[in-house]
């Protein structure tokens, strides 16, 4: 029941995926089943990059972040998207929902930039290799990753400010399985014009700014890739890349549906399918893809099996 008018709101109740009851127990299971291949995929990716010594190199940096990031915001929200389909109430209190919102802003937006930085590697090994060691070197791979979380925690930081500064009273059930700022807007009391501004060019600059710059990485490396003579290096360096395509198109893709389009277009139930590819679908593909089709993390998954057997 929501509070009264004249009461601030100091809990909301997240509606969560669907309310059909019948696909409460389906759905449950299989989004039980994915966070644990999430949770192993990329535990298991963290801790192969740290115990071999070979894959310390500017990639697996990457990687090594990417599967971090992925690990924590995925556990931000699909736990609690859980309790959803086995509570009658999935209640949050206020400063809950805020940290929520505020850590999944960090971690989704940490995740543009890490892919950035990868495509980047990945255009100077294709395109540059010469110059590889010294464009990728251990202190630009720093500076990269540090900039990543810089941009993360102060845009994350101003996209909760801006719902801080709303106030709920009329009622306090989120159509939405997590504390996003959309559905929040709709709760709100007071006018969200201004953060409707905010979420389109913070949030546009962050979704269009590392797309551009991802696909135009990847077309100078098609380009390169048709000099190269060697068959075997033109399929090496499409296996290298063509992961990472699938894994950004998805991740991107998802992410400009929900949030760069009118707040007149569509539903909030379009919006929910949709948070689910980049909340829950790409932190699971993500070290699917980068482990099973990479030669290097299938050698080290196997060195450090024959390790624990002695």
């Known amino acids: 029941m929501g509070p009264a008018n004249n009461t601030l709101v100091t809990e909301f109740i997240l ?19 994915m966070y644990m291949v999430t949770s192993l995929g990329n535990s298991g990716l963290i801790i192969i990059i740290v115990l071999n ?11 090594f972040n990417l599967a971090f990031i992925d690990l924590c915001y995925s556990s931000m929200v699909t736990p609690k998207m859980l309790m ?23 971690f989704i937006i940490s995740e543009s930039y890490v892919l950035m930085s990868m495509a980047y590697d990945c255009y100077v090994a294709i395109c540059n290799p010469l110059l590889y060691n010294t464009a990728m070197s251990p202190k630009v791979c720093s500076y990269l990753i540090v900039g990543s979380y810089l941009i993360a925690f102060s845009d994350a930081m101003i996209h909760t400010g801006c719902v801080l500064r709303l106030t709920f009273r009329d009622g306090n059930t989120i159509n939405h399985y997590s504390c996003d700022v959309l559905p929040l807007l709709q709760l709100s009391c007071t006018s969200t014009y201004v953060n409707e501004v905010e979420i389109f060019l913070v949030g546009g600059k962050d979704i269009t700014v590392p797309t551009l710059i991802i696909f135009t990485s990847h077309g100078f490396i098609l380009s390169s ?12 360096a499409f296996n290298t890349c063509s992961s990472h395509i699938i894994a950004v198109s998805l991740f991107f893709g998802s992410g400009a549906f929900m949030y760069l389009k009118p707040s007149s277009v569509g539903s ?12 829950i679908v790409v932190p699971m593909m993500n070290p699917l893809i980068y482990s099973l089709r ?3 993390v299938k050698v080290a998954l196997k060195q450090t099996i024959s390790m624990r057997k002695f």
């Open 268 to 279: 909030m139930d379009e919006g929910k399918i949709s948070s689910v590819f980049y909340t």
């Open 53 to 63: 010594s070979h894959l310390h190199t500017p990639m697996y940096f990457f990687l």
């Open 15 to 33: 509606v969560g995926l669907t309310d059909q009851p019948n696909l409460q127990v389906p759905l449950f299971f299989l989004f039980l089943s």
């Open 294 to 296: 990479n030669k290097d």
């Open 225 to 236: 890739m048709f000099k190269i003579r060697s068959t075997e290096g033109r399929s090496q």
């Open 84 to 106: 959803n389909f086995i509570l009658s109430k999935n209640v949050i209190c206020y400063m809950g929902c805020m940290t929520q919102l505020y850590f999944f802003c960090f």
